[in-house]
Nanobody
């Protein structure tokens, strides 16, 4: 069974930092792209950062220069380091594995897989 488990959310003052972690199980982790999304009530879920299987990265414009996505294939974990946090970064952050990614045994996943979400609150 494919599962994503997130950790590391919390409350921080503006300008502070947090690091999110997402550990995957049941996947061929090193062969998969991994994403972080965030969601604010009343708005669509937004793609924040993506890392390819080759460790290439991309970011939404609003977090460029402040957030860094990375991966540790030995730990089956993807990270999101968030620095210089702003109140507008407040959201529930989700780890995501897209349909077509590889589960154990090279089985392709049919549906998107999401973590449980972790709350990030930036407030003074």
């Amino acid at each position: 069974q494919v599962q994503l488990v997130e950790s590391g959310g919390g409350s921080v003052q503006p300008g502070g930092s947090l690091r999110l972690a997402c550990t995957a199980s049941g996947t061929m982790f090193s062969n998969n792209h991994m994403d972080w999304y965030r969601e604010v009530p009343g708005k669509e879920r937004e793609l924040v950062a993506m890392i390819t299987s080759g460790a290439g990265t991309s970011y939404t414009d609003s977090v460029k220069g402040r957030f860094t996505i990375s991966r540790d294939n030995l730990k089956n974990t993807v990270y999101l380091q968030m620095n210089s946090l702003k109140p507008e970064d407040t959201a529930v952050y989700y780890c995501h594995l897209g349909a077509g990614s590889y589960a154990e045994g090279w089985r392709q996943i049919r549906d998107d897989v999401w973590g449980q979400g972790t709350q990030v609150t930036v407030s003074s």
